[in-house]
Structures are given as structure tokens and as C-alpha cells.
T-cell receptor
């Protein structure tokens, strides 16, 4: 079965500094990987996805993620953090089964705090 | 189009009562998903619809849970004989339903927070 792991419960970074939120995956076959963000009192929002192609994927709000097959990682990055980036971030993988894969498996989440 | 909407936003009930939640997906979306999220955890898959057909149901879901999407538009999730362990945020999501395998992003509603006393 497909799974993702987010090894950090919380990441603290100062505004203006680069940020990284880590994710590792375990899949059989080619991975379909996603990042979602959850702001307080709001639903989850899609940030970006990796299906195939370039290992560096660009997404919403200046975020990007790097797919690394040898390390089975899909870390979320941003060159310069904003206070407004403070939120809960979820890595996710699409479970590709015989029906075509309609179940998205989410990690436990990483809380990002950006300090002014 | 205002996105995925869920009703109610909050529900407080007593143990043993039945509750029903509603989800209205984005109008042109064929796929609809239900998830459950507890504090400190990521969303946990419950069930999935392609139009009106329920194609997958989590093995973690007890028989007290049932979901419908009778006309392929809105969906309801019912929990019978609620237990305190059912307390959670219940999330609905939808996607277009045009790709196979499915690589589409999900659009989430704000959720229904259930508290079972």
C-alpha cells in the first residue's frame, strides 16, 4: 500500500528565510504525489503535484517541491517564508489500485510557524 | 461557483443518536470523497463516489456509517448510533473525474465538526 511520512510535527522559520517541509513516500510503481495546505478554520487547499517529468514542481503561493526518486522524498520548499505561510501542511500520495486510484493517502501533517 | 460546501459546520449530539451531513460538490465534478480528520492527524479516507456509484469504502468504516449520492450531485453521510469515538471533522472533497488513472487535485469543503457527548 502507498504511504507518506512527515517526520517533523512542527517547523519553525524566521520570515525571509528559506523553508523546507519534509516528506518521504513509499509506493509500488510510479508515485503521484501532492502537497496540500490547511489554514485555520479553512478547508484543505491544493498546492502542487508531481505526476511525471521535471523533478522540481512549482505550485501556488511561491511554493515548490523537489521529487527525489533515490531518496523517496518529496520535500516542500519556499525560498523566502512569509508570516502568512504559517499553516498545517500535508503531503499526500494517490493510491493507484486496479480501479485507477481514487484514494488519496495523507500524511499526519507538519505545522509551519513563520516568525516575524 | 462557490466551491465545495458542507452543512452543518458544527454538530453536537448525544451518544446513540443518528446524524446526517450534507456535501455539495463543485457542480461539474463527477468524483466525490469523504474523509475524517481528528486533531493532530491527516485526513483519513472514508469513501468515494464516481457520479452516483459508490466505488470504494474504507475497511475502517463500520456498518454504522453510510453514504449516498443519489443523483450524482450532492452527497450525504449518515452515522447511526453515534459513539464518542466518532467525534471528528468530516471533510468532503470533489474532483473533475476526467483522468484515468486519477491524478487530479481535490477541492475540499470546510468540513463538519462532530462532537458526540
Amino acid at each position: 500500500a502507498q504511504s507518506v511520512a512527515q517526520p517533523e510535527d512542527q517547523v519553525n522559520v524566521a520570515e525571509g528565510n528559506p523553508l523546507t517541509v519534509k516528506c518521504t513516500y513509499s509506493v509500488s510503481g510510479n508515485p503521484y504525489l501532492f502537497w496540500y495546505v490547511q489554514y485555520p478554520n479553512r478547508g484543505l487547499q491544493f498546492l502542487l503535484k508531481y505526476i511525471t517529468g521535471d523533478n522540481l514542481v512549482k505550485g501556488s503561493y511561491g511554493f515548490e517541491a523537489e521529487f527525489n526518486k533515490s531518496q523517496t522524498s518529496f520535500h516542500l520548499k519556499k525560498p523566502s517564508a512569509l508570516v502568512s505561510d504559517s499553516a498545517l501542511y500535508f503531503c499526500a500520495v494517490r493510491d493507484i489500485d486496479r480501479t485507477g486510484g481514487f484514494k488519496t493517502i495523507f500524511g499526519a501533517g507538519t505545522r509551519l510557524f513563520v516568525k516575524a | 461557483d462557490t466551491g465545495v460546501s458542507q452543512d452543518p459546520r458544527h454538530k453536537i449530539t448525544k451518544r446513540g443518536q443518528n446524524v446526517t451531513f450534507r456535501c455539495d460538490p463543485i457542480s461539474e465534478h463527477n468524483r466525490l470523497y469523504w474523509y475524517r480528520q481528528t486533531l493532530g492527524q491527516g485526513p483519513e479516507f472514508l469513501t468515494y463516489f464516481q457520479n452516483e456509484a459508490q466505488l470504494e469504502k474504507s475497511r475502517l468504516l463500520s456498518d454504522r456509517f453510510s453514504a449516498e449520492r443519489p443523483k450524482g450531485s450532492f452527497s450525504t453521510l449518515e452515522i447511526q448510533r453515534t459513539e464518542q469515538g466518532d467525534s471528528a471533522m468530516y471533510l468532503c472533497a470533489s474532483s473533475l473525474g476526467t483522468t484515468y488513472p486519477n491524478n487530479e487535485k481535490l477541492f475540499f469543503g470546510s468540513g463538519t465538526q462532530l462532537s458526540v457527548l
